[in-house]
């Protein structure tokens, strides 16, 4: 897979190099094959084959069929999409369940619905917690559940913290209790085996650029039957759910990018996984005080949030940044926010360990040589910035006074 050179690059829950592979089965479509899919002449029948393709890798990849899937412009835009759906069907019922962990595509246009901004329908929101490692709280969500319940929205991966929310059991008690269920899979997709049709998802979303596919396309899967109105209503693409000319050079990348995914799965859960785990068992032997944000037991393979009491997340980055090593302080869309993470705070991590906390999100295209080098360089990072900082020291008082 590409790397840029020199880079050792541990963000790829922020964004994935886009494969060779990937590359390759876009060209043609940004030379030749420039037709637009809804024409009836030849280069438009020939793109809309390549549509036809990639909704039926994608459907490989998920296990559902090609017609449950519509393409959109991204994550968010599926996010968004499923989500006004339902409130759009409901009979006046507008009450939304979701978590407090959510990414901002969902988190956010759930903060529209509560306050009806940007002319959202008013809907009333219910963002259920989480326990201290980042599991789904069951009694506050069978709580929450009730009978003006329109949607349940909750992810399948944590972005920042890997950790897994229990789908199929969350969907079992939505099906049972008569609510349509959505969840957010884009950093789940690829990552762990899926197989929608057995599943009680009514929809889910998935973004290219998480699984080495182009940035710019998403997708969403609607079971076949659930009601559904679409978000952009202008033309008849995508059989009338998502108006727009179809970007058919993306569409073509995030399918042969999930055709890539189905086969990398294993990999995902055995390489990626040992990379992983020696990354955080090395880092946890070599720096006094680091733990690990979020329950270990039922995590994506590829994600390890760490938090260093006593130094600033964003002061590794930097460091680590100067040695080509490319890491996170939280979920890149939040890079920009002074706030600590939502995910950590919801989690009881105090503000100051949230602050110095580091995301590691690593991809198929590491290598475990990469990770030893990685081993070899954080952990004097964490103790030349602890040795200049007043909370440096886990036993100093100032950093006890942070985090007993
Ligand atoms: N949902 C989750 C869990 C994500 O991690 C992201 C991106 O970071 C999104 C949604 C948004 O996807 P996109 O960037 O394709 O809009």
């Excluded at 039957?225 to 693409?237: A, E, I, R």
């Amino acid at each position: 897979m590409n790397r840029m050179s020199n880079l050792i690059y541990l963000d790829n829950n922020a964004t994935t190099a886009v494969a060779p592979e990937v590359r390759e089965a876009m060209r043609p479509y940004l030379e030749d094959l420039y037709g637009n899919p809804s024409s009836i002449h030849t280069p438009g029948r020939t793109a809309a084959r390549g549509l036809d393709r990639a909704r039926q890798q994608v459907a490989d990849l998920l296990g559902c069929h090609p017609a449950e899937i519509l393409f959109t412009s991204c994550g968010t835009e599926s996010d968004e999409t499923a989500i006004t759906s339902a409130v759009a069907q409901d009979g006046g019922r507008r009450h939304v369940v979701t978590t407090r962990v959510e990414h901002p595509a969902v988190r956010n246009l759930c903060g529209a619905l509560a306050a009806g901004a940007h002319g959202r329908p008013v809907c009333r929101v219910t963002e259920i917690p989480v326990g201290a490692g980042g599991e789904f709280d069951w009694d506050a969500f069978a709580d929450a559940l009730d009978e003006g319940t329109t949607i349940a929205s909750c992810m399948w991966a944590n972005n920042e913290t890997g950790v897994l929310f229990p789908v199929e059991d969350i969907g079992t008690l939505c099906r049972d209790r008569g609510v349509p269920f959505h969840t957010d899979a884009v950093q789940a997709v690829g990552k762990v085996p899926m197989r929608l049709s057995d599943l009680p998802i009514d929809m889910l979303s998935l973004s290219g650029h998480k699984l080495h596919g182009p940035k710019g396309v998403g997708a969403l899967y609607v079971r076949r039957g659930t009601p559904f109105s679409p978000l952009l209503v202008g033309g008849h693409q995508e059989n009338g759910r998502r108006a727009g000319t179809e970007a058919v050079h993306q569409i073509v990348g995030l399918g042969q990018a999930a055709e890539l995914a189905k086969a990398n799965l294993d990999a995902e859960t055995t390489t990626v996984r040992a990379m992983r785990d020696r990354l955080e068992s090395g880092i946890l032997a070599a720096v006094s005080g680091a733990r690990v944000n979020g329950r270990r037991d039922r995590r994506l393979p590829n994600t390890s949030n760490l938090r260093f009491p006593g130094v600033e997340g964003e002061a590794v980055l930097l460091m680590l940044d100067t040695h080509g090593v490319c890491a996170s302080s939280g979920s890149a869309c939040t890079t920009a926010s002074p706030e600590p993470s939502h995910v950590l705070q919801a989690m009881g991590v105090p503000a100051a360990a949230a602050y110095g906390s580091v995301r590691f999100s690593l991809s198929v295209s590491n290598t475990m040589e990469e990770i030893e080098t990685v081993l070899e360089v954080l952990p004097p990072i964490v103790r030349r910035l602890r040795d200049m900082s007043p909370f440096g020291h886990e036993d100093s008082p100032a950093a006890k006074a942070i985090e007993p």
